[in-house]
């Protein structure tokens, strides 16, 4: 079994893994409470501690510890110990935004590459040194030998550098 785990703001899998049954195991469980998931919904908000999760949620602050915990020990949270207005309070956050689950299945193959086609002109970072030059299929794009064409809009369309 496999599982992916997407991270805030990727749409991409940050990170890819087989996980091992007990492993598999402590997620599924984590999740399989309401309470459980309804914590993971708030974190995506931010950060919050015990007494604002408890608050939110209406359950006493133990249920909430015990909950915390659970999510902690699936790698679904992280919790930090802060200065809080009277002492230490712990502040807790979800770490995933997706968890995907591929149960595998006969004649299946692992895929875990995914290809993209890029436009040639759709580069990020250049150097260009003359001699050079870009051109779309029917025109150049700005001044043969001219490194400042490769920044020009036009770029985009660009076939050939």
Known sequence: MSV???DSGLD???NLRDLSSNESAA???ALSSESRIRILELLSEGEMNINELSAALGLAQPSITKHVQTLEEAGL???D????VQ???KRCRRIHDRIVVDLGGKGKEKDYVVEV???VGMYTQIEPLPTCGLATRDRMIGVID???AFSFPDRAKAEIL
């Open 4 to 6: 992916a785990v997407y």
């Open 12 to 14: 991409m899998p940050l």
């Open 27 to 29: 997620i599924f469980r």
């Open 77 to 79: 949270v992280v919790s």
């Open 81 to 84: 110990y802060t200065s809080g």
């Open 87 to 89: 002492g230490m309070q």
């Open 117 to 119: 086609e890029v436009p």
């Open 146 to 148: 001219d490194p400042l």
